[in-house]
């Protein structure tokens, strides 16, 4: 029974003094005598029994080291993971933020062509007034905005524009002046605010009306703004824009 004591005391102090148990190093000195192949124990125990649990104890350690290696990239996979989804979606941000870039017509084979006019006749305007034509009936790569009449050029090139007004010779906006003149106007095309090319539309008796249209070819750079505007003097009377007596329209398109 002492001997079966002795032997496994022996055995823990050459085990502990093996271990540091991924703690920190723990280390037993205790006194042993010289065995079989110089062995560290004592010559009454089983060498055997010692072997069979030092290894048992490596394997323990073993493992334990497998078990911390497989938490730590476990937790490496997981940081990767939450880097890729932070990166699609910077990518999808990125993708909506160039969309509409890239859905604009900068491709010079698109066509570019716009035709708008007034959906009403209406008073003849006051010089420095700007024609707005709320109808828009065509309006290819998206350059003419029926809230403020002006078209901006999507790409430079060669474009043409026309423009036409009809003046009314007789008073046909509510409410009606009877002391007012018949209709008369001038409209010009502004390219960036200045003056490319002017009508008159002028009307002298009632029931007269008078039709003016332009046509230019202009050079223009991608951004270039053009509307029509009273440029000259104030217009009076009235300007027919319906089925029946002509429309007051601008338009306009790439030519290359």
Not at 96 to 101: I, V
């Amino acid at each position: 029974m002492m001997k079966a004591s002795i032997c496994l005391f022996a055995v823990l102090v050459v085990a502990l003094s093996k271990s540091d148990l991924l703690t920190g190093e723990t280390k037993v000195n205790a006194p042993v005598t010289s065995i079989d192949n110089d062995s560290s124990v004592p010559t009454h125990c089983d060498g055997t029994l010692i072997k069979e649990i030092l290894l048992k104890q490596d394997m323990s350690q073993a493992l334990l080291l497998t078990n911390f290696n497989v938490l730590q990239v476990m937790t490496d996979v997981q940081r990767l993971k939450e880097e890729i989804r932070h990166l699609n979606k910077e990518n999808v941000d990125m993708r909506n933020q160039l969309t509409p870039l890239l859905n604009k017509s900068s491709d010079p084979r698109e066509p570019i062509a716009f035709y708008a006019y007034f959906s009403n006749d209406f008073k003849s305007m006051p010089k420095g007034s700007t024609f707005v034509f709320d109808v828009v009936e065509t309006n290819l790569g998206n350059g003419y905005n029926k809230a403020t009449g002006i078209f901006t050029a999507p790409s430079s090139g060669l474009y043409a524009f026309t423009w036409t007004v009809q003046a009314a010779g007789k008073h046909v906006v509510q409410p009606i002046n009877s002391n007012s003149q018949y209709g008369e106007i001038n409209a010009a095309l502004m390219q960036n605010g200045a003056v490319k090319g002017v009508i008159v539309a002028d009307t002298e008796t009632k029931y007269d009306m008078d039709t003016a249209t332009a046509f230019v070819v202009l050079e223009t750079k991608v951004g270039d703004q053009f509307h029509i505007a009273v440029s000259e003097w104030d217009g009076q009377g009235d300007i027919y824009s319906n089925n029946s007596n002509g429309r007051t329209s601008f338009s306009g398109f790439r030519v290359s």
